[in-house]
Structures are given as C-alpha cells and as structure tokens.
C-alpha cells in the first residue's frame, strides 16, 4: 500500500502527474464534507482526466459533493471561466445519467489521503474505530450482539459578508477572535472554562426558526450571552479532537474543531431532541446490532418521519459508529464519557444565508456505570460570531 499523502505534499502530487492546479477562483484548504477541497477543484480543472467527470457522476448525491456544488455555483455567478467549466461537468454527468453509481469509486491511481479531507477523522471520519482504543464496551457489545436494526460546513461568504453572510452588524465582541487571529496568538483547550461567559450571534437560530429541530440557545430576554456550565474535550482513535462548551440544563451545546494554529475553524451548536435508556439486550441491539443497528446505517430516521443521511462514511451499508472518549470538566469536578457516534445531515431548504444543512448527532453513551441513547439536532454556526475571550 503507497505511503498516505500528507497535506502539505498535495500540491506536488498533483505536479508530479502533470495534473493542473485549480485556478484562482478555487479554495484549496476548504474541505466540503469528506472531500479535500483542492481535490474537488482539481478534478473540475482537469475534466478531460480519465476519472474524473466519473468521480463527479458517482458522488452527486453526496452532501459534501453538493456542498462544493453550492460554492461553485455561488461563484460562477461572477465568474465565466468557472461557469464554463461546470457546464462542461453538467453535460458530461447528464451523459451518465442512467449508468449506475459507486459510492466508493475513486478515480485511477488516486490515493485516499488525496481525495479525503485532511482533517476528516476530526469533522468527518471515514470509517468509526473497532474497538482499538481501550474503550470498555465489553457490556453493550455483549448487549448488541443479541439483536437487530449540513448552513453545511459553514459558507464562505463574499468579502462583503464574511462574518457569516448575516443582515445584523456582527456581535462587537468577536473582535476578540479576529485580535487573536491577527496577533497570531493561539486559542488552546485550556481557554475554555467552566463558568465563562459566551457571546454568540442569535442570526442563524432566528432564520432556520421552524425549518430544523434546533431550539435556540435559552438566555434572558434580548441577551446574546450564556454562561458554559461544562467544558468536554472529546478525542477519538483516529486522533481526532473537539471541544464541546455545555450551556446550563443541558440545553445544548457548541462543538468547536481547532485548527493547526488552535483557532476555532468549524462550530456546530447542538441541542437535545431525544433520549432513550434500552431496557435489554433486544433494544440496545436496535441501536448498536453490528449487522443492522440504528447507529451506523445508511439513514437515520427521526420520529417525524424526516430521513437523514450519514455524513461521516457515506455509503449503502451500514458502518461501525465512530468511539469517542470525552473528559468533561464541571464545577464539581471531572468525568469521562465514552460513546459510540454517527452523525447525519439533511439539507433544510432554506435560501442563503440561513442553515443550509441540519444535523442529528445520535450516540450510545455510558458513564459512570450507566447507558443511554441520546439524539441531538445541530446546525452550522460561524465561529466568527462567537466570543470566546
């Protein structure tokens, strides 16, 4: 098996094939979904590339294929050359248009560590752990054994609506984030702090108002602050890390990614719709039975009939869930959480700029000696419009 391809090096993989790097309209770092963002532009760069218009044809359906779709299509209203090219994709997919698709194809000779997002085991992994992480899940595996069965990564704005696209003047006090930004100054997990006070932009939860199952962030009457009641900080076995701030009640909670420079790049807000504690090994085999259980396959259906589909591995089978291990910090001290997790997406049908995409995070938990299920729905928030100071 070739050696992976690190992030860095992408650039001279495409120039040592003689591949044509996208042109200046392109965002090489963005991911969409769990697709590199350089990949998706070079792969539009370089159609007449055997593979290429086939890669196209068979992720169509993908959400993170129509999320780079969106951005191209926001593009190419200003931009003629990008606009050329994409009618170029769209007659060649409408010439397949009744071939069958593989959810797994990749063009010849084109690596996964090329094509999938550099830090898609921490947004949007590929393929859960199995169990090499120490978790002990030794009770709920012997359970399951019995029984039976996303605004998307937040938009790029144009310069003029670069603090989330929103039609309100930005909170004053993001301010903070961009000074930290500018000064190169690093925001690490020991920041973030039981009791510290969260500024954050009310926008998006006021334009996806009855379009999702997301409830606003409770706070007094005309606040935008909240206090954090709890700080977890979650890794996986793939080395993945996220911070999670924990408003009081347990009425949700904000879920940063970090970049390599410790800034906040991703934030999804989640809040709690659902929570179910399965009684025997029949139930939790519902949930987590590797051959069929709810956590893991294809689409997740929530009780008001509406389907998701999986973001992290998406495919026609159903996947192991992703083992998180989560340390949570609270006033009285520390625990750990330990939970198996998949997380699905569907689109919201609402206009730019309002959430484009709406989540359902669904995890078997245990703690402390207990288990239980529970659902959240989330949607993209613009970490720009946080203040974390």
Not at 180 to 192: C, H, I, L, M, V
């Amino acid at each position: 098996m070739p050696a992976p391809i690190r992030p860095a090096d992408r650039p001279a993989w495409y120039a040592q094939r003689a591949w044509q790097p996208p042109p200046t309209y392109a965002a090489p770092r963005r991911s969409f979904g769990i697709w590199d963002g350089l990949f998706l532009w070079a792969m539009l760069s370089n159609l007449g590339r055997p593979g290429s218009a086939d890669f196209f044809h068979n992720h169509r359906d993908d959400a993170g294929y129509q999320q780079w779709r969106a951005e191209a299509d926001r593009q190419a209203q200003e931009n003629a050359d990008l606009k050329a090219r994409l009618d170029a994709l769209d007659q060649q997919l409408a010439a397949r248009s009744d071939q069958p698709k593989d959810p797994t194809y990749l063009p010849p000779d084109v690596p996964e560590s090329v094509a999938l997002a550099s830090a898609s085991a921490e947004r949007t992994p590929t393929l859960a752990g199995d169990g090499d992480d120490g978790i002990p899940w030794t009770l709920i595996a012997v359970l399951a054994g019995g029984a039976v069965v996303g605004w998307a990564l937040w938009s790029r704005r144009r310069a003029s609506g670069a603090r989330g696209g929103s039609t309100v003047n930005p909170i004053s006090s993001a301010v903070n984030m961009l000074r930290n930004k500018a000064s190169g100054e690093r925001y690490t997990p020991d920041r973030f702090r039981v009791g510290m006070v969260m500024t954050f932009d009310p926008t998006p939860f006021i334009l996806a108002a009855g379009a999702t199952k997301v409830a606003a962030p409770a706070t007094d009457a005309g606040s935008t602050r909240i206090s954090i009641e709890a700080v977890g900080q979650v890794s996986n076995s793939q080395g993945g890390q996220l911070t999670r701030l924990y408003l009081p009640a347990q009425r949700g909670m904000f879920q940063l990614h970090l970049d390599q420079g410790g800034n906040p790049d991703e934030c999804r807000f989640f809040a709690p719709i659902d929570q179910v504690t399965p009684a025997d090994p029949g139930e939790w085999g519902v949930w987590l039975s590797p051959a069929e259980g709810l956590i893991g396959w294809p689409q997740f259906q929530t009780k008001d009939g509406k389907l998701y589909d999986r973001v992290w591995a998406p495919g026609p089978n159903r996947t192991p869930p992703l083992r998180l291990r989560e340390t949570v910090e609270t006033a009285g001290g520390s625990h750990v959480l330990q939970s198996q997790a998949m997380l699905y997406a569907a689109p919201t049908g609402l206009a730019d700029p309002a959430p484009q995409t709406e989540y359902i995070l669904v995890s078997a938990v245990e703690s402390g000696g207990s288990a239980w299920v529970e659902v959240s729905a989330g949607i993209d928030v613009n970490p720009a419009m946080l203040s974390l100071a």
